[in-house]
């Protein structure tokens, strides 16, 4: 089925072709996204999640149609998200129970209670995950492209970055080794107007993030972050120019942060007005369902049934993870090195 | 009298340099109207200015840059750090730039890098690191690191007025842990590279320093306590340059030391400790100088791992009482 070709915008996307199939699976993770991080929320109000918890409320859309424009499966595409992009790792196959655990650093969590949140990786699935230092990743995974193009494999990767982010150094030289080095690279600048408490005109002199890219000699776009078909679109031009062996492409979604900068933040320096006027006109799942409605796409009991899916998936995740134990003491030594197998245990524990 | 907590002190310390001297400002994320992201500049920007506090791009090497330059030429800029953990992001500049200045160029770099470190909070590797070693190894830097409400504000002051760069380093774990009566309108003003008894002691000496200074004083109360040992606390409170005069007195003194220090064993900052004491007091040693530090592993997110990881009260009760056998 081929989706009607009309942006709010007006824009008319090219050759985006999407199966109904396809277009009720972005809505799954959309939702799944979503009710996942409602999940741990009260997770964490109920002091079950051990660190800070950070939401993605209204960025959903780019995440996920991001994503969904890479060719996933293993040893396919691979991307790196940031601690707002749970909707790309979902959409790259990360199970939400391995969220779960990740974020209530389970023993069994991916990193096995070492780390945080989102931060964890599956290679083969297709996602490498973030360290805190922002910028950092670009780099690497101009690295992870550079493996492709040396092995002339036809993969692409692809890396967020926040408009906070793309003031670091790391940011600069890694875009800027990608372009000289024509690496099939994909960066997703996230404009979603505050980096914490600071705002983009504090953070950059330029209006939009892809002058930045620019200024390296990388092709840029600037879209509208809400529209799930206009990131995948983007994204996907991008994607498949890079596969082509065409280069870097910078992709600027214009969004907003809609929660604080995480839970304990309550954003109190955010206007209240933008923050329901993006809630109400410009939510990124409301205007997705919408537009599908409207087309007679989809149907409200198609999205029902997703709803109760997804609701039912994360009640049996969260059930299957919340008593789970923590680590034990003694399975913080080994792995720093593939040899020796563990870090010494120090004297004073053996006393 | 005013109780304050350790971040209040830290702050009220800017504060006072700032209405003191109006070359002294402030740049870093979020330090403006939201006050930075632990509140130590809650307040500032409306008293003193958007342009005496600075909200900079996330960009740690040039905070570090900007405010190495703006000192040569006569201001006093304290920069902070969002997290020290970021700080590798302006290594470069610090040991490179900043720190080589008086001595290849003769240019004076009055700063101050100030940020909150250290764990026991769950922040995972990249919210709880101590950097103080990387740094240690750098002629041309001064490093402070206040475990006491009263030295948090007088080791801010004067670092702000030292002539050289300094990397005050505050615990967050301490921020709104501790609390400590100081007197109003007196001049707190902590001497850079001065240690400080936090605890007399006769049979073995503890040397630490931020927030393993009260896991050590408590273990020394435990140990007075349980087994009659009476153990002496030195608070290091400058890491660079270091007080060699206070460690050796406390060795002279109980002739047994037991270094403690939150940052991981290798390479770390006791290392330098014992290799002073065996140059400077080889001879008044009654047993081997030995350290509770954490493990060498990059500090682990889950509360049963970074509790093992860390050097908890209970280690350093048992490392003592062994070292007072010995
Ligand atoms: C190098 C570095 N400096 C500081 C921080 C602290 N920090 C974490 S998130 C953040 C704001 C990020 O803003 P942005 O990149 O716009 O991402 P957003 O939170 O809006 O998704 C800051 C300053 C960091 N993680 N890394
Ligand atoms: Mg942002």
């Known amino acids: 089925m081929a989706l009607p070709a009309t942006r709010p915008s ?16 972005l809505y799954y993770y959309l939702r799944l996204t979503r009710t996942l991080e409602e999940r741990l929320v009260a997770l964490y109000r109920q002091t079950k999640v051990i660190g800070g918890l950070f939401r993605s409320l209204g960025q959903e859309g780019e995440s996920v149609a991001s994503a969904y424009a890479l ?68 780099p690497v995974m101009a690295g992870i492209a550079l493996s492709f193009k040396l092995r002339a494999e036809p993969r692409v990767g692809l890396v967020y970055i926040g408009d906070g982010g793309t003031s670091t150094g790391t940011f600069h030289e890694g875009l800027n080794l990608a372009a000289v080095q024509r690496l099939p690279l994909v960066v997703i600048g996230e404009y979603n107007h505050w980096a914490y408490s600071t705002p983009p005109e504090k953070q950059f002199a330029v209006k939009d993030l892809a002058e930045k890219a620019k200024g390296y000699g990388v092709p840029s776009v600037t879209v509208d972050g809400n529209d799930v ?15 082509r062996g065409k280069g870097v492409h910078f992709i600027e979604v214009k969004t907003y942060r809609r929660k604080g900068h995480a839970e304990h933040d309550d954003q109190h320096y955010v206007p209240k007005t933008d923050l329901e006027s993006w809630a109400k006109e410009n939510d990124p799942i409301d205007r997705y369902t919408q537009r599908l409605l409207t087309a007679d796409l989809i149907t409200e009991g198609d999205l029902k049934d997703i709803d109760d899916r997804v609701r039912v998936e994360v009640d049996q995740a969260t059930d299957a993870c919340v008593n789970d134990p923590l680590p034990t003491s003694e399975s913080a030594l080994p792995g720093v090195y593939v040899d020796p197998p563990a870090a010494d245990k120090l004297w004073f524990k053996v006393l | 009298m005013a ?19 109006e070359r002294v400002f402030i740049l870093g994320e979020d330090v403006g109207a939201y006050g930075g992201a632990f509140k130590v500049t809650d307040g500032f920007s409306k008293r ?15 905070i570090v840059g900007a405010a190495a330059g703006a000192a040569h030429m006569g201001l006093r800029p304290v920069a902070e750090m969002q997290f020290i953990d970021f700080i590798s992001c302006a290594y470069d500049m610090l040991t490179n730039y900043v720190a080589t200045a008086r001595y290849r160029a003769g240019l004076s770099t009055p700063m101050v890098v100030r940020g909150p470190c250290g764990g026991y909070v769950r922040g995972g590797p990249f919210h709880s690191q101590n950097p103080e070693a990387a740094f240690l190894h750098t002629p041309g830097l001064k490093i402070v690191y206040p475990a006491t409400v009263r030295d948090a504000k007088g080791l801010i002051k004067s670092s702000i007025r030292d002539e050289d760069p300094v990397l005050y380093l505050e615990h967050k774990w301490l921020y709104r842990r501790i609390k400590e009566q100081l007197p109003e309108g007196e001049e707190i003003l ?36 349980a087994d009659g040992v009476s153990v002496e606390v030195l608070d290091l409170r400058t890491l660079l340059p270091m007080d060699d005069a206070a460690i050796v007195a406390t060795v002279k003194k109980t002739n047994k030391v037991l270094i403690v220090h939150e940052d991981t064993r290798t390479g770390g900052i006791a290392g330098e400790i014992a290799a002073r004491i065996n140059e400077q007091a080889f001879e008044w040693l009654d047993g081997p100088i030995m350290r509770v530090t954490a493990h ?21 009760v048992k490392a003592a009482r062994w070292l007072a056998a010995y």
């Not at chain 1, 995948?232 to 890079?242: C, D």
């Not at chain 2, 003193?48 to 040039?62: H, L, Y």
């Not at chain 2, 040397?207 to 050590?216: E, Q, R």
């Open chain 1, 10 to 25: 007006g824009a008319v996307p090219s050759g985006a072709v999407l199966s109904a199939d396809q277009l009720l699976e």
């Open chain 1, 71 to 138: 060719e996933r499966g293993r040893h396919r595409d691979i991307l790196s998200p940031l601690i707002r992009n749970l909707g790309s790792l979902l959409v790259m196959g990360a199970q939400p129970i391995e969220i779960l655990r990740q974020y209530m650093a389970k023993a069994d969590s991916p990193t096995r209670g070492r780390e945080l949140n989102v931060h964890f990786n599956d290679l083969e699935k297709g996602y490498l995950g973030q360290i805190s230092h922002l910028g950092d990743m670009i």
């Open chain 1, 229 to 243: 078909f206009a990131v995948y679109e983007a994204t996907r031009f991008a994607v498949e120019r890079a596969r």
């Open chain 2, 3 to 21: 109780e304050l907590t350790f971040l209040e002190a830290l702050r009220q310390g800017i504060w006072e340099e700032m209405e003191r001297d």
């Open chain 2, 48 to 62: 003193f200015g958007e342009s005496r506090v600075i909200d900079t791009p996330i960009s740690e090497a040039a």
């Open chain 2, 190 to 225: 902590t001497p850079i590279g001065q240690a400080r008894i936090a605890r007399e002691g006769k049979h073995l000496s503890i040397i630490s320093y931020g927030a393993t200074l009260w896991k050590s004083l408590e273990a020394a109360d435990q140990l007075e306590k």
């Open chain 2, 296 to 316: 060498d592993v990059p500090i682990p997110y889950a509360p049963t791992l970074e509790d093992f990881v860390l050097p908890q009260t209970d280690d350093i």
